[in-house]
């Protein structure tokens, strides 16, 4: 056996893509006990050849419990682990990063400037370290919704949604920016009309933590008032919820990049997890804003709601959307017009997410 | 390259491991032909599996586990199986009964773990992984999980630690290293994100998500161009990439935005075309197309 290990240890050597060659020397690694090699020949086979289910099998078999190391490893034979346990696809070493080992590595400049990188934020990290515990909000996207041609809800007095969203937003950003260690992006800037698709890859193009959308409300019944706030779920709180989600999303029958689909593997599991805490983190960050924006503004209380919002729904983070009053009502659109009620609005939405970035996390 | 197997030593090699390999790794007393069988019973549901025919595969792992209750594979298997159809509560029973009865079967406990992660029931699965750590303090697996759940929880630098560890133990997995970038970008380190999203792509060059959040990386550092080649290599590895598409309409309709507010209405023109390429209702470029359209009647 020590023979066959040898000559085909060499074989490896000489053509070190063949999959058989890998296959036979996990057999062979297999047979003298040598699980930790076996392991890295097995998933070595299966990664050059897909249709190996032999090798993928013993991969999946031997990793079932702890391998234990051996002390005779060429270099390389020591990496075991393809993360999710799901024999899905082998690691490989033909990566310079895979096995240092092999070769001597000379570091690119985008490595030396990563280091550097690095090197910095342990400084920073080292000089203020964050003991608390909760999700982390340092980067915000501020959504002004509607814009352009798309006016959004209209008031009898002719006062226009896009209007008191971009100047909420775009007072809101003003303040937040002056906050510490928080950045503060904007979808728009100006009265133009932004896709609901773009609006949510502006908060995945910086990575935010929370993305905040801001609008008005209208309805057919002129008595209705009041300000509510709103969260992502796959179903609507109420028929009212519904409604208001119905309005926000008309724009996707514009849209095409709705789209749904596929199977179930770990990173799926991975995403609905993810997905399931950024809402429920969402939601603690409506209810906040809700009882503060409810605290300070003239407008009733109409409470935090949850629905299927597109703009909310394909944010990678956290993502609410403010209602701040009833342009179709006649009080709150006057209010709603004056730079005093938008300023006021801004300012408490800028404090309480400012405080929800400082405190202890959600 | 298959001249190697025409040498002699290769052969002798070949002829030495004429051995059954299966039996090595269960030992049985004496191989006789319905272990042969079943031993081919469980390639074939595991060939079945990998090959995603899950609902063949699981009626033979279920067929096999009847004879052989205790069989932790052919029970991982079938628990494996019914996660990926959702039958979460049978799978999370199966890998259970695995757990009971085999202290340092990991592989069950990671998916236990992961399955109280599904539930969102976050404590439960943190002790899963660390008791994982605990049997198997070398388990990369159990790192990355915990590193995930930092990452959910926006905690960058513990994020970082556990894909790190992950990979000191020896993971060189793709979603560790594309993990690992995103959890630099949460953390405003976007040269240590553009490495490991490169890192990625190096072992998986059609790593859709990599190319994509690559794409932003490079885009924010100015690289529009080279961000935009990446969206379209993900186009042309998955025409339908709603991502890729959503981000190259993006980045059209601003340009075509600045162009037009420049006064360029050529090159607005230009751009929001390109724009319908990849969004083809996209509303804003059909307003503004049509708006120059109706400008240029007026000129006339």
Not at chain 2, 57 to 71: D, K, S
Not at chain 2, 87 to 99: I, N, Q, S
Not at chain 2, 222 to 242: I, T, Y
Request: net charge negative.
């Amino acid at each position: 056996m020590d023979e066959a290990l040898a000559v085909l240890r060499q074989a490896a050597g000489v053509e070190p893509e063949n999959d058989f060659v890998h296959g036979l020397l996990g057999r062979a690694f297999l047979a003298v006990g040598k699980n930790r090699q076996a392991v890295f020949h097995f998933r070595r086979a299966a990664m050059l050849n897909t249709d190996d289910t032999y090798s993928r099998m013993m991969v999946d078999l031997l990793t079932q419990r702890p391998v234990p190391a051996e002390d005779d490893l060429l270099p390389g034979e020591g990496a075991l682990h393809a993360v999710t346990p799901n024999a899905t696809q082998p690691s490989s070493t033909d990566s310079p990063y895979a096995s240092p080992g092999t070769t001597p590595h000379v570091p690119t400049d985008l490595e030396r400037l990563a280091r550097q990188e690095e090197e910095a934020m342990a400084e920073r990290l080292g000089a203020h370290p964050s003991g608390r515990s909760g999700y982390r909000i340092r980067r915000v996207v501020l959504d002004a919704g509607h814009g352009g041609f798309d006016s959004g809800a209209v008031g009898a007095g002719g006062l226009r949604e896009k209007d008191v969203n971009l100047a909420v937003a775009v007072r809101c950003a003003e303040l937040l920016s002056r906050t510490p260690g928080l950045r503060v992006f904007l979808t728009r800037t100006a009265d133009y009309y932004v896709p609901l698709s773009a609006r949510t890859a502006v908060a995945n193009q910086y990575s935010a933590d929370l993305f905040v959308s801001f609008h008005c409300n209208a309805s057919t019944n002129r008595e209705a008032q009041g300000m509510e706030t709103y969260s992502c779920s796959e179903g609507a709180s109420s028929k009212e919820a519904l409604r208001v989600a119905q309005f926000e999303n008309s724009v996707l029958k514009y849209d095409p990049a709705v789209s749904g689909g596929g199977g179930v593997d770990i990173e799926d599991l991975l995403f609905r997890y993810e997905r399931r805490r950024h809402w429920q983190a969402a939601a603690m960050t409506a209810a906040t804003l809700q009882r503060t924006l409810a605290g300070v503004l003239p407008f009733p209380d109409r409470g935090i709601h949850a629905a299927d919002f597109y703009v909310l729904r394909k944010a990678r983070m956290p993502a609410i959307l403010l209602e701040t009053g009833f342009l179709s009502n006649g009080a709150e659109e006057r209010l709603l017009g004056t730079p005093e009620q938008q300023a006021r609005i801004a300012v408490t939405v800028a404090d309480a997410i400012g405080r929800l970035a400082g405190g202890g996390g959600l | 390259m298959r001249q190697l197997r025409s040498a002699f030593p290769f052969l002798l090699a070949l002829l030495v491991l004429a051995i059954p390999a299966w039996g090595t790794v269960q030992p049985v007393r004496t191989v006789t032909s319905a272990q042969e069988q079943l031993e081919s019973r469980i390639l074939q549901g595991a060939d079945l599996h990998y090959r995603g025919q899950l609902d063949a595969a699981r009626v033979i792992f279920e067929e096999v586990v009847v004879g052989q209750p205790n069989n932790e594979f052919c029970l991982n298997q079938l628990a494996l199986i019914n996660a990926k159809q959702e039958r979460f509560e049978v799978a999370a029973a199966l890998f259970g009964r695995v757990a009971a009865q085999s202290p340092d079967n990991t592989f069950a406990r990671i998916w236990l773990g992961v399955l109280h992660l599904q539930r969102g029931e976050t404590a439960e699965a943190q002790a899963r992984f660390a008791e994982v750590l605990r049997v198997d303090p070398g388990n990369a697996g159990a790192c990355y999980f915990l590193g995930v759940m930092a990452a959910v929880e926006h905690d960058g630098v513990s994020a970082v630690r556990w894909f790190r560890k992950a990979q000191e133990l020896g993971s060189d997995d793709p979603e560790t290293h594309y993990r690992l970038a995103q959890a630099f970008l949460s953390m405003d380190m976007p040269l240590n994100a553009r490495l490991e999203f490169e890192r990625t792509l190096a072992i998986n060059p059609r790593h859709t998500k990599a190319l994509h959040d690559l794409g932003w990386v490079l885009y924010n550092q100015g690289f529009g161009e080279e961000a935009k080649a990446l969206w379209q290599r993900v186009l042309s590895l998955n025409p339908d990439d709603a991502q890729a598409r959503t981000s190259l309409a993006k980045v059209h309709n601003d340009a075509a935005f600045a162009a037009y507010e420049q006064g360029n209405r050529e090159k607005a023109a230009a751009l929001w075309k390109m724009t319908l390429q990849y969004e083809h209702d996209n509303k804003a470029a059909r307003y503004y197309l049509q708006k120059l359209d109706r400008q240029a009647i007026d000129s006339e």
